[in-house]
Each structure stands twice: as C-alpha cells, then as structure tokens.
C-alpha cells in the first residue's frame, strides 16, 4: 500500500478490495465513538491491518486534524517510540523535554485518530507511552492491531476472527473466504474455472484466514484448485490433533507460509531468509549488497513479487511481517542470521560513510532523501552496532535533519558503553554537543564540547577541535555571552583553517560569529563574515549551511536597512530549509519574511505570513510565541532586541502602507522538496545600497534578533486586529507545503 500523505494524514491506498468485513468495519467505528483506545486482536494474517487502514480511510472526515498511521513492526526498541509518533505526525520539537510530553501537548487539543500498527512486540512500551498521551487529549483516539491487548483502563477490545467458512460436506460459494479465494483468482487467472468443492475445502483447511487463503491462490500459477487441496490436507495431516483452537489457527498460518516455502526454489528460499534482514523497504541494490555471494544471486526478487513473498511498489520492496519472521527463523536455522545482521551493518556503514564525505557539497538533497527513506533500516543497523563508527558517521542525520532525539538516544548509549579515549569516541562526543544544543541544553553541550575539544587538541585533530570549539561558540551565543562567542567562534574557524580537509563546521562557524557581530549591531562586520561564508558554500555547491548563513544575513541585511536584500535573503534561507527538509528552519524563515513585510509597512503580508509560520511552529510543540531560546538567543542587558524598536514604536501608530516590489532574482527556479518553486540564487548576493533593495520603515541599529511578538504587534498596528485576525486565521489554515509553494510569488498572500 502507497502512503499518501497529506495535511489530513498519512493513510496508504490500497491496492486490492477488502472482501467482507462489513459488520467488524462498524464495530470498530462504534467503540472509536465510545473510547479513546481500541485495540483489534487476533492471529497473525487476520487482517487486522487491512481492517485498520480500512477503518482509518473511512473516518478520514470524522477528525479534522487528520488520520494518521504509524507503522511498528520495524521498530525494536521502545524507547523510540514516541519518536516514530511524532515523526508521522510532522512533530519535530527538539527541546530536551521527554517525548511523552512533547506528544501529550501537542495532542492534547487535536481531534484526530492515531493508528498504532502491529504493536505485539511493543506492548508495554505502548501502553506507557498512551497512557501518558491519551489522559490529555479528550478528543484524540487512537485504533492499535496487536496479539494482544495493551492493558490499559478504558481500552475496548475487539477480536478479528477469520473470515467465514463453508459447513463441511457445502460448497456455500457466498462465505467470505470462498468469494476472498475466487475474486483473488480471476484476478490472477481471469479466464480460471474453479471447482467449488475444492475451494470449499481449500477455504477450510486454513481456517478463512485472508493471508494463509491469498498465499494459496498464488500457487493457482502452477497447481490447480484440487492439486492445492490435496497438498494441504497431507500437511495438515501432520498437525497434532487438528485441533481449531486459537492455537490451531496458529498453526495454520505458519502451516500456509510453510508450504508457499516448500514451493520455492532453494535459491529463493535462501534469497527470502537472507531478506529478512531489512526493515521496511529496501531496492535491487540492497539487495544484492547484502544478500548475494557465490552461493545466491539476487535476481530472484522478482520470483518472490510473483509468489507474494515481496511487496514491491516502483523499485522498492518489503515484506508482510508474517513472511519476514518466517524468513528469520529459517536464516536461524541456516546459522546465517549473525553473518547476514553483519553484513546489513556494513552495508548502511558504507553508504553512511559515502553520504558523510559527500554532505559538504553538491549532494546534500540526494543523501538528504537517503537517509529519511532508509531511516528503520539505519535504525536497525544501528541496533546491531556497538562502536562509535555507524552513529557517527551518521552525524548529518542527528544535527542536520532534525532527528535530534534519536541521535541523543544511540549517542548517549555508546558514550556510556566506550569510556577509553579515542578518535571515535571524541567524534562521539563533538556530535552529541551539536545534538544537545539543538535540543536546547546547553549544559550538556558545553560539557560534551570542553571534553571534545581537549581530547581533539591532545589527539591533534584540529577539524574535531574546530567542532567542539563551534559547538561552544553556539552555546555562549544561545545564553548570551557575545564576546564568548566571538572567540570561541573565531578560534573555530583558525582550526578548521587548520585541519587536513575542508570541513563543513567552518561555514557554519562563520554563521556564529555573524550573528554575534549582529546582536551587538555591528551589522557591517556581520554582512562582511557572511558574503565570505556565502561564497565557500556556493563554491561547493553546498546548501544546508549556505541557508544559515542567508537567514543570518536576512537579519543583518534588515539591521542596516536594507529590505528588500533582506527579504531576497529570507526567500533564499526558506528554500533550502524546505528543500532539505527542516522544518523548524523553515518555520524560523518564513517568521523571518514576516518581519521584512513589517519592515516594508506590508501588514496584510506579514499577517499571513505570521498565521503559515505558527502553523510551522505547532509542529515542534513549542511555546506559541515564536521560536525557543535554543533558536534565538535571549535580549541583552540594554534590553535592545530589534530593529523594529525605534522608527516603528515612535511612531505611535499604523505606517503608511509600501507597494511591494518583487526583490531582484538571480539564477534559475529550483524545485522544493514538495514540488513547490522559490527563487533561489545561485550568483553572487545582490550588493549592498542597491536603491531598489530599500523600502517601508528603515530599522535602526539597536540591535539584531528579531521578537515574533513584536512583528505581530507590528503586523496588527499597520492593518488592525480585525483584518489582522483574518489573515492571520487564513494563513494559519494552510498546509505548510502550499504556503511555501506561494512563497516562490512574492504578492502569493496579496489576494488574501
């Protein structure tokens, strides 16, 4: 099933009919009325997924905050979570608070139906982490698919039978799992004429369950109806007692996938043990990376598709958890399971590595892409991993794409686990400061970051010494230390002047040292840092640290008056921070184009834009007001905050509406990462003093960091509340995607 995701959800298309089901669909939707939890119990291949997503398309309307489905089979560890909820969920918050918490406040005033998919494994962990969530949140419900219930007070618990079948000695062609059989067949074999009494017995031999009944209809390719009849009657034959318990039930579903076993080839038995490895999706490539050797090939992937072994979708495939522990078991049996963990190990390693040495360059998006596709995979990996070398090659993921929490997470883990010093553990160690101060504590990242830095300076790596000495400057610049970050941010830069090979800290320092130069109001030495920094990012075709430098030179580019660079700099900042998929860059940016309309006197733009960005914000279950002090450092003992403080607050009213001028384009359209277009430069800045780059109210030079509460109150004075009111509603109501896309127009909200 296709995952289309949307402002409503996230709820896969499926890809063949449900047959029957009618009375259970209404069931589960009456209990979701009447209770916060319901949990669907049963054997596996019951359905209970099917009967879920079914059941999740059909309320789709009934919450207006979504439907949305959050696949556990892949995940191990329990710690994790709350993590994956929220990923789903567009939930990026990366404050140190626990999890459970970031969830319960974000859920708490949300009407929407959460579906927790095969949580067997899982069970406390979920019934703790819902416990938790579902005590705030009266108009959340949430639908889970287990073996069993998850135990907690108000659950409803509704047991999926299979399907029905024919009475012995009857052929009742309308029992569901007899139409299941024949509607799957002519699928398969339009022009197939079936006895019923063999699909009658074929039906009843595996008990009605839609899995064990889909596996048989495949073998329809070989066998006919009878031969598949008989087959399964000797194999059931060797089963104790036939016994029909729930038990029983079990047994026929292992029973089914046995003989689907037993019809492969040996090289496709040993192509779908070795599979069995991979979490989620994975390609051809994978594949043969991980699988093939001189024993196996991996061309026979495709044989699996044909006899539903895989799940294939484009160039991708996976498999039903069933068939997987089916396949893991058999890799046990084989003694192979340890090798094959290895080697699905250092395949990620590798191309974690590849994705590393190339993350300063060109390729950011691609391996952007690669690392959130293949994320259960790497989690996996990483699970099997008990050295420095695959989470910190990983680094990118934890501190540049927003998976702040689980870096911490397997950071934490294996600094706890390797205390001797090394160059890995000092690697560890700069990475874990990076991830900390992106979570908002500081304490921790200057710690992590004086260890880093004294192991890294004994060692003589200077490229890891310039790290931990940037990951200071950040924390000094967050808690308000200017000249500490001034120095420790310069002291960065020499080091990475000195180390081996170019290294993506040093534009970033650079970034730093800017905006300590801004927040004094020493705008002209900030733009100076910041065109240097520009420069060595274009030159490398580099773009995630290329968008912080525009954000920080939007700001200083406002501070000395110039607005429209200022505004073509935010445009720029938005682009690549969507493109790459961070989200509360994005949400910092578009607050940040708030703040050049006020600038221009525009506050019918700077009202929407204001309601698109704390859309942005709800996403990281952040205080209303705008973004967190882990984001933007605290005001200064002058109490000067921004540039908005002087000319606009003396005037003691709403400014004169500025037609909006288009600011100067350079280069070509670039497409987003939702399909949107935003202007993007890919030619040196605009220079400074361009007479078309100013307009609206000139910001004096008291300061740097710019208030959201004070570009709204600004906002409001020049259009008053109630048009402010309304636009700020309208452009709150947009899905993030779309308002970006209309970013790319600078007049997109002019209509509104």
Known sequence: MAETRTRRGNVPAETSSLVGRREELDEIAVLIGRSPLVTLTGVAGVGKTRLAIRTADRLRDSFAD??????????????????????????????????????ADFIADKRLLLV??????????????????????????????????LGLPGERVLPIEPLAVPEPGTTAAGTDAVRLFTERAHALVPDLILDPVAVAQVCRLLDGIPLAVELAVRRLRALSVQQIAERLDDRFALLVGGSRTPLGRHQTMRTAVGWSHELCTAEERLLWARLSVFAGWFDADDARAVCADERLSWLPLLRLVDKSILIAEGSRYRMLDTIRDYGREWLRRLGEEKALVRRHRDHYLAQARRAEAEWYGPHQLRWADWAHRELPNLKVALDHDDGFDLVTALWFVWCCLGQVRQGRYYLDRVLRRHKRPSPARTKALWTYAWAALSAGDTAAARDRAAEAYEAAMAAGDFAAAGCARQNAAAAALVCGDLDGAERLAAEAAELFGRAVSAHIGLPLAEVTLAMAFGARGEFDRAVEVLTRQWARCAERGELWARSHGDHARSLAELGRGEVGIAEVYARAALDGKWRLGDAMGSAMAMDQLAATAVARGDGRRAACLLGAGRRMWTVFGLPRSGAPESVTPPARGDGHLSPYEGPVASRGGPLPSHELSPPPRRGPVLPSREGSHLSHEVSPPPREGSPSSRGGPVPSRQGFLISRELTESRAR????????????????????????ARIRDTRGFDHL
């Not at 710690?79 to 789903?88: F, M, N, P, S, Y």
């Not at 004075?717 to 970006?740: I, K, N, S």
């Open 116 to 149: 927790l998919d095969t949580c067997d494994h899982l069970v406390d962990a979920c019934a703790a982490l819902l416990r938790r969530v579902l005590s705030e949140a009266p108009h959340a419900r949430v639908l889970a698919t287990s073996r069993q219930p």
């Open 717 to 740: 004075a020049l259009v008053g509340d109630t048009v402010y009111e309304r636009l700020f509603a309208q452009g709150l109501a947009m899905d993030p995607g779309a308002a970006v």
């Open 66 to 103: 979504g439907v949305w489905v959050v696949e556990l089979s892949a995940e191990q560890n329990g710690d994790l979570i709350g993590h994956d909820i929220a990923e789903v969920l567009g939930l990026r918050e990366q404050s140190a608070r626990p999890q459970s918490e970031v969830l």
